[in-house]
């Protein structure tokens, strides 16, 4: 499938942008048209969505924006067009820390988004989103142990990823170690400071 498309913008209207690239034009439906202006250089990256009526493109301004549109539509009942309207109104970060944090009031502030379906979000995504700079992350068993640990003492997955990052710039630690530290990082984290 493709991937990515990078071109001139032609065209583009409300919700989607025309990208010239080798002579052909590709259609996309793209969530920050507010962002793109006439004949610049883009890089769209990119989802065919083919059903039995119709067959889109859809467009996104990086992989981990992509991932959660590919969580999204995941989501039982909540289709390609309402994810671009989410995308369109909060960005990625903002809508994957509501996710986590099980904010239903914000979800439900997306345009088509009622109270079944931000619940239906938050049960079947919550503690799935990590990002890719995330899942870069070496995981030996004692920093996983710790990290499980740590999620057992209720801290919200978010937070566990946050910790694990700078955690596992330490090696050769104890399973008890890392979770000292990490309790350590939380705390100072919940201070502000």
């Known amino acids: 499938m493709i991937a990515l498309i990078q071109g001139k913008v032609a065209s583009y209207t409300a919700d989607s942008v025309v990208v010239e690239n080798n002579g ?3 259609l996309i439906s793209y969530p920050h048209v507010d962002r793109v202006h006439l004949n610049e250089e883009i890089r769209v ?3 065919m969505h083919v059903s039995e009526n119709d067959i889109g493109l859809f467009g996104f301004e ?3 924006e992509k991932d959660l549109f590919l969580r999204l539509i995941s989501v039982k009942g909540l289709g390609p067009k309402t994810a671009m309207a989410m995308l369109a109104k909060a960005d990625a970060d903002r809508i994957i820390r ?3 944090d099980g904010d239903a009031s914000f979800l439900k502030s997306m345009p088509g988004i009622g109270a079944k379906s931000a619940s239906q979000i938050i049960l079947d995504l919550k503690g799935k989103l990590v990002t890719t700079e995330d899942s870069k992350v070496q995981m030996t068993s004692e920093l996983s142990d710790a990290a499980e640990a740590l999620k057992n003492l209720g801290y919200k997955p978010a937070e566990v990823n946050s910790a694990v990052k700078q955690l ?3 090696t050769g630690l104890t399973s008890e170690q890392y979770l000292k530290k990490g309790l350590q990082i939380l705390m100072k984290a919940k201070l502000g400071g």
């Open 24 to 26: 052909i034009g590709w």
């Open 98 to 100: 509501s996710i986590e």
């Open 45 to 47: 990256y990119t989802y």
């Open 168 to 170: 596992s710039k330490e």
């Open 62 to 64: 990086s992989q981990k």
